[in-house]
């Protein structure tokens, strides 16, 4: 799957570095079925719009963006926007990565422009 690159709605001010990142899971029906149990994910009710793993004093927090499919048939939020819940998860590192098959994270500190970089010890 190819992702466009386009700005985010998401934290990069007061970080060292940020940046980009992929992320595959090795079955991913049986994450959302894990999600079922543990976030009160509802495949019927929620499409997955995007997940967040954010990590504090080395504890992830892992948060699924999930479009409200029942929302939308309502007139309370903006047209142009998607109506979303958030389906936040404690789980320990190795509850996550039972389900990541692979993971890519890129981050910069924003002084030059990595596009221009070229690796010369390959």
Do not use: C
């Amino acid at each position: 799957m190819e992702t466009q690159t386009q700005e985010q709605p998401f934290e990069t001010e007061g970080h060292d570095f940020s940046g980009m990142a992929s992320l595959d899971l090795h079955d991913t029906q049986a994450f959302y079925d894990f999600l079922s149990k543990t976030a009160n994910y509802d495949a019927d009710r929620y499409d997955p719009i995007a997940l967040k793993v954010f990590v504090s004093e080395n504890q992830p927090v892992v948060t699924l963006y999930v479009l409200d499919k029942s929302a939308q048939e309502k007139d309370n939020y903006p047209k142009d926007k998607l109506p979303t819940r958030k389906l936040k998860l404690q789980l320990s590192w190795s509850e996550l990565f039972m389900f990541v098959r692979r993971f890519d994270l890129v981050v910069t500190n924003g002084g030059y422009n990595i596009a221009d970089m070229v690796v010369i010890n390959k």
